[in-house]
């Protein structure tokens, strides 16, 4: 039998370590990772292989040669252009014949390949796929199989909601020839994206199993250390070069080790490395070959690779040193740092935790390296929440790091793009836009300043204009000490999760576009931004009935921007309109003190009651959710709210559809349906319901948070124009909003939260959906399990280690005990997953 190994992978992820080689020449233990996956098809009697190049795969070719030195047979099939893992695999159709095993090149593992050859021929499969269980499946494929391990499901690279198993996809596969016919020559294709999804369609014969065995995605600096040290530790089975001395430390026949010097826990000791007088390697270290670790220095849970030079009294906490680089006497790496090839670390200087230096750059001694060399270091694993990109201002949206990131997003966008920004009043919403102007203009972009609007109005007008995307800074309404910016495409809409990718890749690789002088343009303010916002939305809506009704209505502005369009909308419809925290209020944006937004609504509501308000409306900041209160004084649940818009609005267009996410309220199906229309859910994140929305071309949208979308009008949460289409129907229905909300159906929604540690989230969902398999459930965003009367929603928090079980129908005291079940369910089970039943 042959093997096929992909090793034509970048590892952008990994540089500055795959800077200068490709990702499977990354060395672990001493042996590049590519040369452990050799050895590993050897011990299971594979020695014919054809290895897949295209990034740098000169090197590769160049270190292994012919595999004579193997004991293999090595063939190469050179991809001129990427063609993706599929596409790699059927360029070297050629030399191919009968079944043959496919395996990554750039992954650590010792799992058993004779155990899936037999499963494979078992099932009578033409193609398995080995899979792993990992904590985390979120960067991974994730794939959903029967008890008896036919594929019934592919997700690549979910989101937490989109997480139905912990078994991910190892990049390892039996394949049949035959497979081959579903790969078309010569285009880029991808096995989990395209080859088994078509075969899963047409029901062909795809099966998986769970690999015994360790297997480590070599992906981040992080998981390449711990790659590391499940070598040394034992946890993963390898060959390790030099003589073992003790239970976990390897040094060779040749390495110098001087005897004053110390070594405790886990090591490796290349060959000709030195270990100088009173220097101190507390494991988990690799020195590798020819390297030196001069007199007194300290190496800690650190990698070094060849020839490299740790002067006296250096200090190395969790850092990786890639060959050749130079770190002069009494420098310090933090936890976390990479200096890369053939670098020069000057006399005492400090380089801070997660600071990466790209190769053959020098620092000069004494300096603080708390950014990388090139515009700044790591600040996180991915840039966006389920709330768009949020920090807290000036502890991690730093202007240096939001600088990186205007050209990061201007870098995803042709030279000369046009890209708008836009914020709010506070003053940390400023100091983030003009930094990440600079950033914008480093990159080549033409900056179109929007100054302070609304977020609804930015929308509006990208949409409308020809910028190619743009970005609205706020302070966050839940503490002023933080900020959320939230990007937009070239329609004005949220970005969408492989938008959202491109964006983090560029921005994590830190390889941006850096145009000359002359190419750096001036900022663009333009006119009529407003005002072409307000001509648009009355445009869209027949005020006259509002105007003859003169209805009197309390908005309360909380300090946000909408109060710089809403009075003349309102004004231009002849409402009454009574202000309340209305404009800009300096101390209410400084404050560190949230404000308590449900007091607020509270005051919003009794102000609404005393002025006899037909109805109240409290905006949020940025302009984009809004809350209701009727005539009564009585302020609405966002729930509420959504039934009763959704009832407004099915009433003026018929048979439309209404789109929100799993976790809307049972009377929302209760209302959609009396007035025959259709109910489309969708994922609870920004984009979901927006795009949902606006592919369906619903009458109305909602996050079920108070947000609304009303996509004939603009595919973005608009409360502005919220409150004036629900003026317009209100008045046109003739009855008061009180008397409309005791027509809705009566029903209870109620949800709980249940603590769920990181490392467990996947587990958990893979034993709730086996343990409810079978039973009428809805997967579209976590576990959803219908009843006769609603459900229960099982939901795992995308930012936070919990879960949330989400119970609706129309008997209170049933989905009571629906939730508590549920809810204990998922304590059980997390319990369960952490090996502690009881």
Same mark, same amino acid.
């Given at each position: ?7 034509g992978?970048e ?6 370590? #795959? ?13 590049p ?8 098809l050897?011990?299971?009697g594979?020695?014919?292989?054809v ?23 090595? @063939?190469? +099939?050179?991809? /001129? ?5 599929a ?9 191919l ?7 990554s ?10 155990q ?11 193609? #398995? ?6 904590a985390?499946p979120?960067e ?8 008896q ?8 690279k979910?989101?937490?909601?989109e ?13 049949e020839?035959?497979?081959?016919d579903?790969?078309?020559? /010569?285009?880029?294709? *991808? ?18 199993v769970v690999?015994?065995?360790?297997w ?13 040290? =499940?070598?040394?530790? &034992?946890? $993963? $089975? ?5 003589r ?6 390897w040094i060779?026949?040749?390495? @110098? ?6 070594? %405790? ?12 007088? &009173? ?14 670790v ?6 800690s849970?650190?990698v ?20 050749g ?9 933090d ?17 801070e935790?997660?600071v ?5 750059? %020098?620092?000069?001694?004494?300096s603080?390296?708390?950014e ?14 389920s ?9 991690q949206?730093t202007?240096e ?5 205007g ?17 709010d ?10 930094a ?8 080549? +972009?033409v ?12 929308c509006?007008?990208?949409? %409308? ?12 309404p839940?503490?002023?000490?933080s900020?959320?910016?939230e ?9 969408d ?19 000359v002088?002359?190419e750096?343009?001036?900022?663009t ?11 648009h939305?009355?445009?869209?809506? *027949?005020? !006259? ?9 309390? $908005?309360?502005?909380?300090? &946000?921007s ?18 309340v ?17 449900d !007091? ?8 609404t ?10 905006i ?6 809004v809350?209701?209160v009727?005539d009564?004084?009585?302020?609405? =649940? ?8 959704a ?8 048979s ?5 996410p799993?976790?809307a ?13 259709r ?14 929305a =606006? ?6 949208g909602? =996050? ?6 009303w996509?004939?009008?603009?595919a ?8 004036m ?6 008045? !046109?229905e003739g ?15 109620l949800a709980e939260e249940?603590h ?21 459930? /809805?997967?579209? *965003?976590?576990l959803?399990?219908?009843?006769e ?8 928090d ?8 989400? +119970?609706?129908?129309? +008997?209170?005291?049933?989905v009571?005990?629906?939730?508590a079940?549920?809810t204990q369910?998922?304590? *059980? ?5 952490? &090996?502690?039943?009881?």
């Amino acid at each position: 039998m042959k093997a096929v190994v992909m090793a034509g992978g970048e590892g952008s992820r990994l540089r500055p370590l #795959t800077s200068r080689r490709p990702k499977p020449l990354v060395p672990v233990v001493g042996r590049p990772c590519l040369e452990h996956v050799l050895r590993l098809l050897r011990r299971h009697g594979i020695s014919d292989v054809v290895i897949t190049l295209q990034y740098l795969g000169a090197s590769i070719r160049d270190y292994f040669g012919d595999g004579a030195e193997l004991g293999m047979h090595l @063939e190469y +099939a050179v991809e /001129d252009r990427p063609l993706g893992t599929a596409g790699s695999v059927k360029n070297a159709a050629s030399m191919l014949e009968g079944t043959f095993l496919v395996i990554s090149g750039d992954a650590l593992t010792d799992i058993d390949l004779t155990q899936a050859l037999a499963f494979h021929k078992e099932r009578r499969s033409r193609a #398995t796929l080995v899979l792993s269980k990992v904590a985390n499946p979120l960067e991974y494929g994730v794939v959903v199989t029967s008890a008896q391990g036919r594929i019934e499901r592919f997700l690549e690279k979910p989101s937490w909601g989109e997480v139905f198993s912990d078994q991910v996809n190892t990049g390892i596969y039996v394949i049949e020839p035959e497979v081959l016919d579903y790969i078309p020559p /010569d285009r880029p294709c *991808d096995w989990s994206q395209d080859v088994f999804p078509e075969m899963l369609r047409r029901q062909d014969s795809l099966w998986a199993v769970v690999g015994r065995g360790y297997w480590c995605d070599i992906g981040s600096v992080q998981s390449y250390l711990q790659a590391n040290w =499940d070598a040394l530790e &034992g946890r $993963v $089975v390898c060959e390790i070069a030099g003589r073992q001395v003790g239970e976990a430390q390897w040094i060779s026949e040749d390495a @110098e080790v001087a005897a004053s010097a110390q070594i %405790e826990g886990p090591a490796f000791i290349g060959r000709d490395a030195v270990v100088g007088e &009173g220097a101190f390697l507390n494991g988990p270290v690799v020195l590798d070959r020819f390297s030196v670790v001069d007199v007194g220095a300290k190496v800690s849970n650190s990698v070094v690779w060849p020839q490299v030079y740790l002067g006296e009294r250096c200090r190395l906490r969790q850092a990786v040193v890639c060959s050749g680089a130079t770190i002069k006497p009494e420098v310090l790496l933090d936890d976390g740092s990479v200096v890369g090839d053939e670098c020069t670390i000057g006399a005492g200087s400090v380089v801070e935790q997660g600071v990466r230096i790209w190769p053959g750059k %020098e620092i000069e001694p004494g300096s603080m390296v708390h950014e990388s060399v090139i515009w700044a270091g790591a600040w996180r694993s991915a840039l966006f929440s389920s709330a768009g990109i949020t920090g807290l201002i000036n502890v991690q949206l730093t202007p240096e790091w939001c600088a990186r990131l205007g050209a990061a997003w201007a870098a995803t966008q042709p030279r000369g793009a046009a890209l708008a920004i836009c914020r709010d009043r506070s003053p940390g919403s400023r100091m983030i836009k003009r930094a990440m102007i600079s950033g914008m203009l480093s990159a080549g +972009a033409v900056v179109v300043d929007l100054s302070e609007l609304p977020v609804p109005v930015t929308c509006h007008f990208t949409r %409308e204009s020809n910028a190619a995307g743009s970005v609205h800074i706020v302070a966050s309404p839940l503490d002023s000490r933080s900020a959320d910016i939230e990007v937009l495409d070239e329609r004005g809409l949220a970005l969408d999760r492989r938008q959202e990718r491109k964006l983090e890749n560029t921005f994590f690789r830190e390889d941006f576009r850096r145009v000359v002088p002359r190419e750096i343009v001036e900022i663009t303010y333009p006119e009529g931004v407003q005002s072409a916002y307000e001509h648009h939305v009355l445009s869209q809506l *027949d005020m !006259e009935q509002v105007r003859a009704a003169h209805p009197r209505v309390l $908005v309360d502005f909380a300090f &946000g921007s909408a109060s710089m369009v809403l009075p003349r909308l309102l004004h231009q419809a002849g409402v009454q309109t009574v202000s309340v925290r209305s404009g800009f209020e300096e101390e209410a944006l400084a404050s560190p003190v949230p404000r308590d937004q449900d !007091e607020e609504l509270r005051q919003a509501a009794s102000i609404t009651r005393t002025v006899a308000a037909a109805v109240g409306f409290r905006i949020d900041a940025p302009g984009q959710r809004v809350s209701l209160v009727d005539d009564e004084g009585q302020a609405l =649940d966002h729930q509420e709210a959504l039934c009763l818009l959704a009832l407004l609005a099915l009433r003026s267009a018929p048979s439309g559809v209404v789109v929100a996410p799993v976790s809307a309220s049972w009377r929302l199906e209760q209302v959609v349906e009396s007035q025959s229309g259709r109910l489309v859910r969708t994922r609870a994140d920004i984009a979901s319901v927006v795009r949902a929305a =606006d592919r369906h071309h619903a009458v109305l949208g909602a =996050d079920g948070t108070g947000g609304f979308v009303w996509p004939s009008h603009l595919a973005a949460y608009d409360a502005l124009y919220t409150v004036m289409n629900c003026l317009r129907l209100v008045v !046109e229905e003739g009855s008061s909003l009180s008397q409309l909300r005791r027509r809705l159906p009566q029903g209870t929604h109620l949800a709980e939260e249940v603590h769920c540690p990181w490392e467990v989230k996947g587990e958990v969902m893979r034993l709730l959906v086996e343990a409810h398999r079978g039973e009428p459930v /809805d997967l579209t *965003d976590g576990l959803k399990v219908n009843g006769e009367a609603g459900y229960v929603l099982i939901l795992p928090d995308a930012d936070a280690p919990r879960y949330r079980v989400i +119970a609706s129908g129309p +008997a209170p005291e049933a989905v009571r005990s629906a939730l508590a079940q549920f809810t204990q369910e998922v304590r *059980d089970t997390v319990r369960t997953a952490l &090996g502690n039943p009881g």
